[in-house]
Each structure stands twice: as C-alpha cells, then as structure tokens.
C-alpha cells in the first residue's frame, strides 16, 4: 500500500526560485494537510483542503500556495523562496468520518541559500 | 489560542521499564487528541486517537489517557522494548477536526 507519498524528497533551492511539491494518496481520502516541522517545534499546518477543489489557510500560509485539482493530489507551492522556508515540509490525509487519524508522508526536506 | 506542551523533551530508559510521556495543553475546547510516533527521517504513525468524549484508549503494550478538565494527556508505554525508541508526539485537533496542534514531541531511547 502506497498511501501518502512526497515527491521530492529532498530538494536544494536559492533563495527567489519557485517550486512545487506534490502529494498524492491512494486511500479516496477527503481531507488533505500540508505541514512544516521545524527543529525543537511540533508541526505547523499550512493550508488544508476538506475536498476537490477547495483549500484553506492554516496557522503558518504566507509565502505558501496549494492547489487541489484532483482528490487525489494536493500541491504546495513556494512562489519566491526565502531561508526561513526551510524546513521538513509533510504531508497528510484523512477520511472524511469524524475523529478519523491523519496519515502521513515520508516529508520534504527543503533548504533554501 | 492553544498550546500543546510536551515533557520531558528527551527521556533515556532501559529496557523493560514503563515509563510515561505528558502531554498538556491550555483550551479544553477540543475536538480530539493523538499520539503520534515518528522514526528519524519518516513521517508520523498515529497510535492512538481519543475523542473528546473517552477518557482512554488503548492498543497493545500503549494506554493513552485524557483529562480535558485539566488539560493533559498521558501515553503510557509498558515494557519498553529498544523498538519503542522514537519521537512521540502529541497533537490536540480543534472543534471540526481540521485545525490541529502539535507539541514539539518527546525523543524517547530504550537502552538494549
């Protein structure tokens, strides 16, 4: 079973470059949650998105965008990287059924110069 | 806004022992609370999800408590294996279930 997967899983950027990371889940799940992991700091929610087509600001979002043209997939975009946009980035899913546990991807490890 | 503390930050036990993970927060108003695992260089494992109405679950040699009242959680891990060493994390989700806040974890070792 694949469940969630990252791609990339590492990636090396300067600082003003764009990229997207893409997450995809095989488990038909509604809910979708990009997150950043900093060190000595629990995870901070991004965005989320309760279904196709539809997305949501988190605790942390500036600098940040996402997408969700497909239930399956949920892409985070960093227009114009900055430093303090690195971090390990994960993302994670979950049935639409209330109190359903997140399932969680490997993560991105990102660092911007 | 809510707060998810976890203590210790670090804890070394050998193995064989149960120990005890905390875990509090200040808003009482939450819709559940899990405990997560994490390896080094994975993503979270969820072990045990309790709902704002249980006062407890439990799955194997894990028994997690909750009491709102009080604002704390408490894992509770029984005959700790080397396999046991990992980052557990706690995390509280808000009514709705989208919001949830993490604590920055507790690193456990289980010495052989």
């Known amino acids: 079973n694949a469940g969630v997967t990252q791609t990339p899983k590492f990636r090396v950027l300067k600082t003003g470059q764009s990229m997207t990371l893409l997450c995809a889940q095989d488990?038909?799940?509604?809910?979708m949650y990009w997150y950043r992991q900093d060190p000595g700091m629990g995870l901070r929610l991004i965005h989320y998105?309760?279904?196709?087509?539809?997305?949501a600001k988190g605790e942390v979002p500036d600098g940040y965008n996402v997408s969700r043209l497909k239930k399956q997939n949920f892409l985070l975009g960093l227009e114009s990287a900055a430093p303090s946009q690195t971090s390990v980035y994960f993302c994670?899913?979950?049935?639409?059924?209330?109190?359903?546990?997140?399932?969680f991807g490997d993560g991105t490890r990102l660092s911007i110069l | 806004k809510q707060e998810v503390t976890q203590i210790p930050a670090a804890l070394s036990v050998p193995e064989g022992e149960n120990l005890v993970l905390n875990c509090s927060f200040t808003?009482?108003?939450?819709?559940?609370l899990q405990w997560f695992r994490q390896d080094p260089g994975k993503g979270l494992t969820s072990l045990l999800l309790?709902?704002?109405?249980?006062r407890e679950q439990t799955s194997g040699r894990l028994n997690a408590s909750l009491d709102k009242s009080s604002g704390r959680s408490t894992l509770y891990i029984a005959a700790s294996q080397p396999g046991d060493s990992a980052t557990y994390l706690c995390?509280?989700?808000?009514?709705?279930?989208?919001?949830?806040?993490f604590g920055a974890g507790t690193r456990l070792f289980v010495k052989a």
């Open positions: 808003d009482s108003a939450i819709y559940n």
């Open positions: 994670a899913s979950n049935q639409r059924q209330v109190n359903q546990p997140q399932h």
């Open positions: 488990m038909n799940h509604e809910y």
């Open positions: 995390a509280v989700s808000e009514t709705g279930g989208f919001k949830t806040i």
């Open positions: 309790i709902q704002s109405s249980q």
């Open positions: 998105s309760v279904g196709e087509g539809t997305t």
